[in-house]
């Protein structure tokens, strides 16, 4: 539904105008063990939960942490026997 405001030059829209998207994920999720880096502090973490956008890691000095995909850098995948792949 469109509507227009008192001068009329502009058209004001809501959410329920815009048609319905699916979201497409842009990337597989980590692999819970695999090693990233942050790109803000070049700071190495090991990956506990891919959450989509919200990856929760494992940091060796202050324990587990919530951080934005977009801060991380997938390094490495390591499987169950610690082997590392990549």
């Given at each position: 539904m469109k509507l227009k405001?008192?001068?009329?030059?502009?058209?004001?829209l809501t959410l329920f105008d815009y048609e319905n998207?699916?979201?497409?994920?842009?990337?597989?999720?980590?692999?819970?063990?695999?090693?990233v880096k942050n790109i803000c502090n070049n700071k190495e973490y090991t990956v506990k939960n891919d959450n989509g956008?919200?990856?929760e890691v494992f940091d060796k000095d202050r324990g587990y942490l919530i951080m934005a995909r977009s801060d991380l850098e997938y390094l490495e995948e390591k499987n169950n026997t610690g082997v590392i792949f990549g």
């Open positions: 405001n008192n001068t009329g030059e502009y058209t004001q998207s699916t979201v497409e994920y842009s990337q597989e999720k980590w692999v819970d063990g695999s090693i956008n919200i990856i």
